[in-house]
Nanobody, 128 residues
Framework: QVQLVESGGGLVHLGASLRLSCAAS????????MGWFRQAPGKEREFAAT????????YYAPSVKGRFTISRDNAKNTVYLQMNSLIPEDTAVYYC?????????????????????WGQGTQVIVSS
C-alpha cells in the first residue's frame, strides 16, 4: 500500500521561502510520477508541480513556475517542493500525490482526482 506523508508547512510572511517534503513508501517508485497539488479555501484542488521519478523531468503550473522547484531524492524516497517568493495567493493546503505509469506533464494536465494516492496535506499560510 502506497503511503505519502507530507511535512514542512507553516505560516510565513510575503516573500518568504518554505520547503515541503513528501516521504513515500509501499512500492518501488521508478515508474511513478509524483506531484504537488494545492487547495485553497473554497476552491478546487489544483496542480502545482509534478516530477517523473525515473528521469527527473518536471512540469509546473504557470502560477508557480520560476518560484517553486520540485525535486526528488531517490535514496530517501522523498519528493520536495521548494517554494520561494511566496505570496498570499499561495495560501492553501498542499497535497502530495503519486501515480504509476504516467509522465509528469500528463499528471499535471489531468484532473487531480485521477491520482490514486494522496497524502494527508500540509497547510501553508502566507501573510501580507
Amino acid at each position: 500500500q502506497v503511503q505519502l506523508v507530507e511535512s514542512g508547512g507553516g505560516l510565513v510572511h510575503l516573500g518568504a521561502s518554505l520547503r515541503l517534503s513528501c516521504a513515500a513508501s509501499g512500492d518501488t517508485f521508478n515508474n511513478y510520477a509524483m506531484g504537488w497539488f494545492r487547495q485553497a479555501p473554497g476552491k478546487e484542488r489544483e496542480f502545482a508541480a509534478t516530477i517523473s521519478w525515473a528521469d527527473g523531468i518536471t512540469y509546473y503550473a504557470p502560477s508557480v513556475k520560476g518560484r517553486f522547484t520540485i525535486s526528488r531524492d531517490n535514496a530517501k524516497n522523498t519528493v520536495y517542493l521548494q517554494m520561494n517568493s511566496l505570496i498570499p495567493e499561495d495560501t492553501a493546503v498542499y497535497y502530495c500525490a503519486a501515480r504509476r505509469g504516467i509522465t509528469a506533464q500528463d499528471m499535471g494536465v489531468d484532473t487531480p482526482w485521477n491520482n490514486p494516492y494522496w497524502g494527508q496535506g500540509t497547510q501553508v499560510i502566507v501573510s501580507s
